[in-house]
């Protein structure tokens, strides 16, 4: 049985609270001996990224792995094994340097964990960063495996959010810059010659929060193409590439905060709109495989025959050759945003409990809120978890707004590909 979000968050508390209190006095004596009779690089040599659950993440901190790599480490990433796909749209880090655990079930959990930390002192990690925001089962895996050199968020006299006392290097996690910024400042953190209370004492320029573009297989653009052309010719519907535009409607979002999504009648409405202002044009209604049937229903409201449900009709290795193809995409703040990023793809993206100042895409991507006094009601502080049951803030943003979006962003496109 798959563990839920809320079973991972009673976790987290009930049970990480706790061993952080139990594994703090151990790990501090375990480094006072190490202290004593070696000593560790000056700087970072195997260094190792902490990010378990969000995908979009793992796009987000590229810039800050790019820094790191840069300077001379090697990297290494532990993520959840459902979330790994993410971290080869850009292959910043090797493939044999990536670890996983299975949080479908709290049996393979626990294995994972502990293989972990076996296999990460077997590998000499010997700086570990901790991106995660305030969660003690990643403070615990950062640590107890082994690194001389911990680096992550701490709360110092902030109420609530306490995590034990695992790392070496606190960095204070601003919640008003975004979280690209927040990546780098740890960076900062783990190469710095000096102590710091607290880390980062430093200016982080714009031109730091830049992503690379993924590199597109000819072969794997053709194959998509190819897959699209036959979805639209077996529909009855004449698609061209290139003379046609190509619009992605992205309607779900994660289970992890279903607050995000904007409604399926919205994005019904929507594919009419578009419809109607772009008779001619292909519109694509993206997910998962899992989302087919949400998807087919926003599809079977919308009535356009120029709308296809395409959910699952693309793996994830092959959303970049699909996102090159496209003109422009309407997501909720979920993934796709993130990972459209490392293409051209323009994109529309729809923010509610959420802020597009912290989280916004780093791409070529306009951000709608409504800006509700209560918005964003998710942060580090709440381990991203709101008692809100009525998402005002995304039933506010109207079809109208999206629409006008869209046309700016398919004007910028028509200019580049000069159509």
């Not at 901790?130 to 680096?151: I, K, M, N, Q, Y």
């Not at 036959?230 to 279903?258: C, F, M, T, V």
Request: some cysteine.
């Amino acid at each position: 049985m798959a563990i839920s979000v809320n079973t991972m968050r009673a976790i987290d508390h009930w049970v990480g609270v706790p061993l952080c209190a139990v594994a703090s006095p151990l790990v501090a004596l375990i480094d006072s001996v190490k202290n004593v009779f070696t000593r560790g690089p000056e700087t970072p040599k195997k260094l190792l990224f902490i990010e378990l659950s969000e995908m979009g993440s793992a796009i987000l901190v590229d810039p800050a792995m790019r820094n790191a790599k840069a300077r001379g480490a090697e990297l290494y990433f532990l993520i959840f094994k459902s979330n790994r796909a993410s971290l080869t749209l850009l292959n910043t880090v090797k493939s044999e340097n990536i670890f996983t655990i299975d949080s479908s079930s709290l049996s393979g959990l626990i294995k994972d964990t502990l293989r972990f930390l076996w296999v990460a002192r077997r590998h000499h990690i010997d700086t570990v960063i901790d991106l995660e925001l305030f969660s003690r089962f990643t403070a615990l895996l950062t640590g107890l495996c082994g690194a001389r050199r911990r680096v992550g968020y701490h709360i110092f006299h902030g109420e609530g959010l306490w995590r034990g006392f695992m790392l070496t290097r606190k960095v204070h996690y601003n919640p008003h810059i975004h979280i690209t910024k927040n990546f780098l400042s740890l960076i900062h953190a783990a190469f710095a010659k000096e102590i710091e209370v607290p880390f980062s004492k430093i200016q982080i320029p714009d031109s730091e929060v830049r992503l690379e573009q993924a590199i597109i297989n000819p072969a794997a653009l053709e194959k998509v193409r190819e897959r699209i052309e036959k979805q639209a010719k077996d529909a009855g519907i004449e698609y061209i590439h290139g003379k046609h535009r190509l619009i992605l409607i992205n309607p779900n979002a994660s289970d992890l905060l279903p607050q995000r999504r904007w409604a399926q009648q919205r994005f019904s409405e929507l594919i009419q709109a578009v419809h109607a202002q772009y008779p001619n044009d292909l519109i694509l209604i993206t997910g998962s495989p899992a989302e087919l049937a949400y998807v087919e229903k926003v599809r079977i409201v919308a009535n356009v025959k120029n709308a296809l449900n395409f959910a699952g009709h693309v793996t994830f290795a092959e959303l970049p050759p699909l996102y090159t193809l496209s003109d422009v995409m309407v997501t909720n703040d979920s993934g796709p945003g993130h990972f459209s990023a490392v293409t051209p793809l323009r994109t529309v993206v729809l923010f509610g409990p959420e802020t597009p100042a912290l989280y916004g895409s780093v791409g070529n991507s306009i951000a709608i809120t409504a800006n509700l006094a209560c918005s964003p009601c998710v942060s580090a502080a709440n381990h991203r978890k709101t008692p809100c049951h009525d998402n005002v803030c995304m039933q506010a943003i109207t079809v109208t707004q999206v629409l006008d979006k869209v046309q700016i962003q398919l004007q910028d496109a028509d200019k580049a590909k000069g159509r």
